[in-house]
């Protein structure tokens, strides 16, 4: 099982965003994709989920092409996401924001839960106990039945998480998972992620938490004004010396990637991150 792309692309009018990226993902690794704002890193998320239609070029699941198919029938075909901007039913409970997940897949059976009240009560039961083993997972649990809303911002974005995992994906996109979270938070996420790691599962993060990709990531793709700049393992990110140029290695750009995180904390109303500054380059 493979994800492939090739000579993917996407222009919005004039602007390329993503500009004849191929790529092939693997399972049991966790892939980053890191660049500046604006290099088309949620792009390629958009484009892979089916949230955004390709331009031209093509996304392969197994061979099969994910491009051109529906956001749902590639969700059923085993990729599943997060938001760079939690998406959340707020007003449901912690329990009902993973429930909603399963009904699709209850949807031909359906008619028995209509029809036979205890075949109902036998399966609303099932999708609690499966609910609240993965709660439990993300130390939720205590959290069940509160409105999603409640829960901190922290305990916002591992559900969502958490809410990703809930048909098993084979595919799952964290769209900046760390954004907003403080260093303690940021830490537990790493060691969360790194828990979701499946020799069955391909993970691809796009995060400007360079801790975090570096310490997480097996491979790292670096994209720069919508072109794959360079792929390689975090220690040859770090050592190319045509990356450490363009992107990693000037103070300028290192102090961009930081602008970037620090955007994302201002945008939801965080104050500034304190942790101290370390080079990866
Ligand atoms: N729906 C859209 N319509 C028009 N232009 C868009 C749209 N989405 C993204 N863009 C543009 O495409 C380019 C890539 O955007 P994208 O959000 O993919 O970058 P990014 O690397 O994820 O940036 P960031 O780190 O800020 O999230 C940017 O110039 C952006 O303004």
């Given amino acids: 099982m493979s994800l492939v792309f090739r000579d993917l692309t996407k222009s919005y009018g004039k602007l390329v965003a993503i500009d004849a990226v191929s790529a092939r993902f693997e399972p049991g690794l966790v892939y980053g994709v890191i660049g500046p704002n604006g290099a088309g890193k949620s792009t390629l998320i958009n484009m892979t989920a089916g949230s955004y239609a390709v331009s031209s070029g093509t996304i392969e699941l197994d061979g099969r092409r994910l491009d051109g198919r529906k956001k749902h029938e590639i969700s059923l075909a085993g990729v599943s996401r997060t938001y760079q901007n939690i998406r959340l039913f707020d007003q449901m409970t912690v329990l009902e924001n993973l429930e909603v997940c399963l009904y699709p897949l209850d949807a031909p059976r359906i008619w028995q839960e209509v029809f036979w009240p205890p075949h109902a009560r036998r399966r609303g039961a099932e999708r609690r106990r499966i609910c609240e083993a993965l709660l439990a997972d993300f130390e939720l649990l205590p959290h069940a039945d509160k409105a999603a809303a409640s829960l901190s911002y922290g305990r916002q974005r591992m559900l969502e998480i958490a809410r990703a995992l809930m048909r098993g994906p084979r595919v799952l996109l964290l ?84 602008a970037a995180a620090e955007d994302r904390r201002r945008q939801r109303g965080l104050g500034p991150d304190e942790r101290p500054v370390r080079h990866h380059a």
Avoid: W
């Fill in 175 to 258: 769209d900046e998972p760390a954004a907003g979270l403080n260093h303690a938070e940021t830490e537990d996420l790493t060691d969360r992620l790194r828990r979701l790691r499946d020799p069955e599962r391909i993970m691809i993060v796009v995060e400007h938490d360079m801790d975090l990709v570096m310490s997480l990531c097996d491979r790292i793709l670096v994209l720069h004004h919508g072109k794959l700049l360079f792929e390689g393992t975090p220690a040859e990110v770090q050592a190319d010396a045509a990356v450490q140029q363009a992107y990693l290695g000037t103070h300028d750009d290192l102090d961009e990637i930081r």
